[in-house]
């Protein structure tokens, strides 16, 4: 089993340029969540999928943030444009979601830097 | 605001000796789990309690959960120098069946000293 799977691992970027990061979930799972890392705001959750539709964008920060899941197997965020302070390192995770009780799987991230 | 908030922040032991961190949260639940981050790492899964357990076990973990409080423990035992990581408790909403929504703590950063 290869795990969840994200590309790139590391991105460098000016501000205003467009970002897309990528995930892959774990195949025969049915929820997909990404997640935001810093060290002032620890762990936040973006949005999550449920069947490949969104469910809760509640964490989205703005506008500028995008995430689409087009089938099972692949999911993007996109942030458009990029500024400095979306720097950070952005976590995809999948889970079976039977039940309220299932194990998220994290991928290893991908660190995002905007200048 | 985050739902979980750890306690230490950051936590030093000898190896050998147990480490316990613990987790307070606001609202109602009907789990909580606990994950390790190594850093540069994703979020790995330790263990899950059910609202209607007091105690779990998995290997030289041991966690209890305490709903009158609103409060986790986690403690380690037998700690040793691949322990170092840090520590997060995670809670669903308490909400209805089927809601994966999970709020992650702020963490625990757990050194052993070899």
């Known amino acids: 089993?290869?795990?969840?799977?994200?590309?790139?691992?590391?991105?460098?970027?000016?501000m205003g340029q467009e970002v897309t990061?990528?995930?892959?979930?774990?195949?025969?799972?049915?929820?997909?969540?990404?997640?935001?890392?810093?060290?002032?705001?620890?762990?936040?959750?973006?949005?999550?999928?449920?069947?490949?539709?969104?469910?809760?964008?509640?964490?989205?920060?703005?506008?500028?943030?995008?995430?689409?899941?087009?089938?099972?197997?692949?999911?993007?965020?996109?942030?458009?444009?990029?500024?400095?302070?979306?720097?950070?390192?952005?976590?995809?995770?999948?889970?079976?979601?039977?039940?309220?009780?299932?194990?998220?799987?994290?991928?290893?991230?991908?660190?995002?830097?905007?200048? | 605001s985050q739902q979980g908030e750890e306690d230490p922040q950051a936590l030093s032991i000898q190896e050998g000796e147990n480490a316990t961190m613990n987790c307070s949260y606001k609202t109602s639940i009907n789990n909580l789990q606990w994950y390790r981050q190594n850093s540069g790492r994703g979020l790995v899964h330790l263990i899950l309690i059910r609202s209607n357990e007091r105690e779990k076990h998995s290997g030289r973990l041991r966690v209890t959960l305490d709903t009158s409080k609103k409060s986790s423990s986690l403690l380690i035992t037998a700690s040793r120098a691949a322990d170092t990581a840090s520590y997060f408790c995670a809670t669903d909403a308490g909400s209805n069946f089927g809601n994966e929504k999970l709020t992650f703590g702020t963490g625990t950063r757990l050194t052993i000293i070899p």
């Open chain 1, 1 to 14: 089993d290869a795990g969840v799977i994200q590309s790139p691992r590391h991105e460098v970027t000016e």
């Open chain 1, 21 to 115: 990061l990528r995930c892959k979930p774990i195949s025969g799972h049915n929820s997909l969540f990404w997640y935001r890392q810093t060290m002032m705001r620890g762990l936040e959750l973006l949005i999550y999928f449920n069947n490949n539709v969104p469910i809760d964008d509640s964490g989205m920060p703005e506008d500028r943030f995008s995430a689409k899941m087009p089938n099972a197997s692949f999911s993007t965020l996109k942030i458009q444009p990029s500024e400095p302070r979306d720097s950070a390192v952005y976590f995809c995770a999948s889970s079976l979601a039977l039940t309220n009780r299932d194990t998220q799987y994290f991928g290893p991230g991908t660190r995002l830097t905007v200048l």
